[in-house]
C-alpha cells in the first residue's frame, strides 16, 4: 500500500464495543456506522490487568510502540519520562509536520516540527508553542477541578482565553452552545453535559491548527465518553446494579452515555469531511469500560479529593515548599525541590488516617509524591480525620469534599482499532491485536521508518 498523504490519529478514550454496536444498530451514530462501513476493523488487547488496565498507560503504549513492561509509565503525567521516542516525535525527526491535540500522557520533545497540546492533567509541562498558555490553562482548570465548586478560575485567565479563541477557530455555534447550556444548568440540570461544550472547544481549535500547519500527523483526544461511562453506567443499565439509582437520577442520566456517544459521532462526521480523499482516518479507543459491581455491598464506590492543597499539607505538617496540582478521580500530584523533602512528605502523608484506615496512597517518586484518598466507600458526616504523628484531628469534610458522583464503570482491556484508508475497504479481522501494533502501523502509513524497539507487527 502506497504511503498515506497524512494521518490522523483520532483517539477516543475508553469508548467500549459493545455499546458501540448496540448504538450504531439502533440508528443512532450514522458517522460511526459510515466508519466501520469504510475501514479495516481490529479489536486491541491492552494486555494488562488491575491498576495497570489505566489509560495513562495504555496511550503511552500506543504512541511509543513498546509495552507497559517497557515504558514504566505508570502514572499520570509520566509520559515525558519515556526514553524512547514515540510517534509524535519520529514523525517531526522525519521532517513531517505534526499537530498533537490533547493525546494522554503523551512525550514530545521541543522544537517539534508543528505544534502539541499536552492532556488537561499534564502538570508539569508546557504547550507548544507557547501561543497555546490561554488554552490549555482554561482547559486544564476545567477539567481537573470540575467536582470541586469551591475553586474558581481568575479573571485575567478567563479573559486570556475568550481573547485566544476569538483567534483561533471559535465558531458562532459553539458560542450558541456555551450560551444554551449555561442558561440550561440555572435549573439545577445538566451541568454533565458540559463536557460536550469542551469537546466542541477542542474541536474548534483543533481544525483552526489543522488548516494551518497542514499536519501529516495529527493526533486529536477526547475523554467525554469514558467519564460518562465512569459515573453513569448505573442509569444505562441499572439491572446490572444493586444499588439501584433514584427516579430523579434515572430520568436526567439514563440517556447520559448515548448522549456522550451521539457527540462523538457528531465529531467523526467532521473528520470524515476534514480527511477528504487522502488522508487515513486511524480510529482508536485503547481500552474500554464494563460494569462495575465490585463495590455494590459497600455502598458503590465513591471518591474523595482535597478542597484545598494547602490546607491538606499544613495538616499533615509537610514543612518544604512545594507544587501541587489535582490529577484525576481522587488522585493529585506534589513536586519538592529535593528527593528528601519528597520522601518526608510521603510519610507524613501516610501518617493521615481514618480510624484504622489510612487515609491516602502514597506513591514516592524522586522529588514527586503521588497520592489519592484511600477512602472508597460513604463517609459519615462527623468522621474525623486524624494525623497520627502530631495527635490533631479535623473533621474529614474540612479538608475533602465527596465528588457528586459513584463510580459505576470499570476499565477492559478490549478496545475498538478502525483503520479507515483512502481505498475506503472494508475488512473485520477477528484477531485480537495488541496496542504495541498502533505505532508501527501509523509510522508505516507514513513512510516513516519503524525504530528496531518497537516489536509490535504494523497491521497494514
Same mark, same amino acid.
Given at each position: 500500500?502506497?504511503?498515506?498523504?497524512?494521518?490522523?490519529?483520532?483517539?477516543?478514550?475508553?469508548?467500549?464495543?459493545?455499546?458501540?454496536?448496540?448504538?450504531?444498530?439502533?440508528?443512532?451514530?450514522?458517522?460511526?456506522?459510515?466508519?466501520?462501513?469504510?475501514?479495516?476493523?481490529f479489536?486491541?488487547?491492552?494486555?494488562?490487568a488491575?491498576f495497570?488496565?489505566?489509560?495513562?498507560?495504555?496511550?503511552?503504549?500506543?504512541?511509543?510502540?513498546?509495552?507497559?513492561?517497557?515504558?514504566?509509565?505508570?502514572?499520570?503525567?509520566?509520559?515525558?519520562k519515556?526514553?524512547?521516542?514515540?510517534?509524535v516525535?519520529?514523525?517531526?525527526?522525519?521532517?513531517?509536520?505534526?499537530?498533537?491535540?490533547?493525546?494522554?500522557?503523551?512525550?514530545?520533545?521541543?522544537?517539534?516540527?508543528?505544534?502539541?497540546l499536552p492532556?488537561p492533567?499534564?502538570?508539569?509541562?508546557?504547550?507548544?508553542?507557547?501561543?497555546?498558555?490561554?488554552?490549555?490553562?482554561?482547559?486544564?482548570?476545567?477539567?481537573?477541578?470540575?467536582?470541586?465548586e469551591?475553586?474558581r478560575?481568575?479573571?485575567?485567565?478567563q479573559?486570556?482565553?475568550?481573547?485566544?479563541?476569538?483567534?483561533?477557530?471559535?465558531?458562532?455555534?459553539?458560542?450558541?452552545?456555551i450560551?444554551?447550556?449555561?442558561?440550561?444548568?440555572?435549573?439545577g440540570?445538566?451541568?454533565?453535559?458540559? @463536557? %460536550?461544550? *469542551?469537546?466542541?472547544?477542542? &474541536?474548534?481549535?483543533f481544525?483552526?491548527?489543522?488548516?494551518? !500547519?497542514? /499536519?501529516?500527523? #495529527?493526533?486529536?483526544f477526547?475523554?467525554? @465518553? %469514558?467519564? *460518562?461511562q465512569?459515573?453513569? &453506567?448505573?442509569?444505562l443499565?441499572?439491572?446490572?446494579?444493586? !444499588?439501584? /439509582?433514584?427516579? #430523579?437520577?434515572?430520568?436526567?442520566?439514563e440517556? %447520559?452515555? *448515548?448522549?456522550?456517544?451521539?457527540?462523538?459521532?457528531?465529531?467523526?462526521?467532521k473528520f470524515?469531511?476534514?480527511?477528504?480523499?487522502?488522508?487515513?482516518?486511524?480510529?482508536?479507543? %485503547?481500552?474500554s469500560?464494563?460494569p462495575?459491581?465490585?463495590?455494590?455491598?459497600?455502598?458503590?464506590?465513591?471518591f474523595?479529593?482535597?478542597?484545598?492543597?494547602?490546607?491538606?499539607?499544613?495538616?499533615?505538617?509537610i514543612?518544604?515548599?512545594?507544587?501541587?496540582?489535582?490529577?484525576?478521580?481522587?488522585e493529585?500530584?506534589?513536586?519538592?525541590q529535593?528527593?528528601?523533602?519528597?520522601?518526608?512528605?510521603?510519610?507524613?502523608?501516610?501518617?493521615?488516617?481514618?480510624?484504622?484506615?489510612?487515609?491516602?496512597?502514597?506513591?514516592?517518586?524522586?522529588t514527586?509524591?503521588?497520592?489519592?484518598?484511600?477512602?472508597?466507600?460513604?463517609v459519615?458526616?462527623?468522621?474525623?480525620?486524624?494525623?497520627?504523628?502530631?495527635?490533631?484531628?479535623?473533621?474529614?469534610?474540612?479538608?475533602?469534599?465527596?465528588?457528586?458522583?459513584?463510580?459505576s464503570?470499570v476499565?477492559?482491556?478490549?478496545?475498538?482499532?478502525w483503520?479507515?484508508?483512502?481505498?475506503?475497504?472494508?475488512?473485520?479481522?477477528?484477531?485480537?491485536?495488541?496496542l504495541?501494533?498502533?505505532?508501527?502501523?501509523?509510522?508505516?502509513?507514513?513512510?516513516?521508518?519503524?525504530?528496531?524497539?518497537?516489536?509490535?507487527?504494523p497491521?497494514?
Amino acid at each position: 500500500m502506497p504511503p498515506a498523504k497524512s494521518v490522523i490519529l483520532l483517539e477516543l478514550n475508553e469508548l467500549t464495543p459493545k455499546l458501540m454496536f448496540r448504538f450504531i444498530e439502533e440508528g443512532h451514530l450514522p458517522h460511526f456506522a459510515r466508519l466501520f462501513s469504510e475501514s479495516k476493523v481490529f479489536t486491541t488487547d491492552a494486555e494488562e490487568a488491575g491498576f495497570n488496565l489505566n489509560p495513562w498507560i495504555q496511550w503511552v503504549t500506543v504512541h511509543s510502540g513498546v509495552p507497559f513492561s517497557e515504558h514504566g509509565v505508570f502514572l499520570l503525567g509520566e509520559g515525558q519520562k519515556v526514553e524512547s521516542k514515540g510517534l509524535v516525535d519520529l514523525v517531526s525527526d522525519a521532517g513531517k509536520r505534526v499537530w498533537m491535540c490533547g493525546s494522554m500522557n503523551v512525550r514530545f520533545q521541543t522544537p517539534l516540527c508543528g505544534a502539541a497540546l499536552p492532556d488537561p492533567w499534564a502538570a508539569d509541562i508546557d504547550p507548544y508553542p507557547l501561543e497555546l498558555l490561554p488554552y490549555f490553562r482554561f482547559v486544564r482548570h476545567h477539567v481537573q477541578e470540575h467536582t470541586n465548586e469551591e475553586s474558581r478560575l481568575g479573571l485575567r485567565d478567563q479573559l486570556a482565553f475568550a481573547r485566544f479563541m476569538a483567534g483561533h477557530g471559535l465558531r458562532p455555534s459553539t458560542v450558541w452552545q456555551i450560551a444554551r447550556q449555561l442558561l440550561d444548568e440555572r435549573s439545577g440540570r445538566n451541568r454533565w453535559k458540559r @463536557v %460536550a461544550i *469542551l469537546d466542541r472547544l477542542q &474541536w474548534d481549535l483543533f481544525h483552526w491548527y489543522y488548516r494551518r !500547519l497542514q /499536519p501529516h500527523l #495529527a493526533t486529536f483526544f477526547l475523554n467525554s @465518553v %469514558a467519564h *460518562l461511562q465512569h459515573t453513569h &453506567w448505573r442509569e444505562l443499565e441499572p439491572d446490572k446494579f444493586k !444499588l439501584k /439509582p433514584s427516579p #430523579a437520577e434515572q430520568a436526567e442520566f439514563e440517556q %447520559a452515555i *448515548l448522549f456522550g456517544y451521539r457527540e462523538n459521532d457528531r465529531l467523526v462526521g467532521k473528520f470524515l469531511e476534514l480527511a477528504g480523499d487522502d488522508t487515513t482516518i486511524v480510529f482508536c479507543s %485503547a481500552l474500554s469500560q464494563q460494569p462495575d459491581v465490585r463495590w455494590e455491598d459497600k455502598g458503590g464506590r465513591v471518591f474523595y479529593r482535597p478542597r484545598n492543597f494547602d490546607a491538606l499539607v499544613a495538616f499533615a505538617g509537610i514543612t518544604a515548599a512545594c507544587k501541587s496540582a489535582p490529577v484525576m478521580s481522587e488522585e493529585f500530584w506534589l513536586e519538592f525541590q529535593d528527593e528528601a523533602a519528597a520522601r518526608e512528605a510521603g510519610r507524613r502523608l501516610a501518617d493521615l488516617g481514618v480510624g484504622e484506615h489510612p487515609a491516602f496512597r502514597v506513591d514516592v517518586r524522586g522529588t514527586e509524591v503521588y497520592a489519592g484518598c484511600a477512602i472508597t466507600s460513604p463517609v459519615p458526616g462527623g468522621v474525623m480525620l486524624t494525623n497520627r504523628a502530631s495527635g490533631r484531628s479535623v473533621r474529614f469534610f474540612e479538608l475533602l469534599y465527596q465528588a457528586d458522583t459513584v463510580k459505576s464503570g470499570v476499565h477492559h482491556r478490549d478496545g475498538l482499532l478502525w483503520i479507515r484508508t483512502p481505498d475506503r475497504r472494508h475488512a473485520v479481522h477477528l484477531e485480537r491485536v495488541p496496542l504495541t501494533s498502533i505505532a508501527p502501523t501509523v509510522l508505516g502509513l507514513l513512510d516513516v521508518p519503524v525504530p528496531s524497539y518497537m516489536q509490535g507487527k504494523p497491521l497494514l
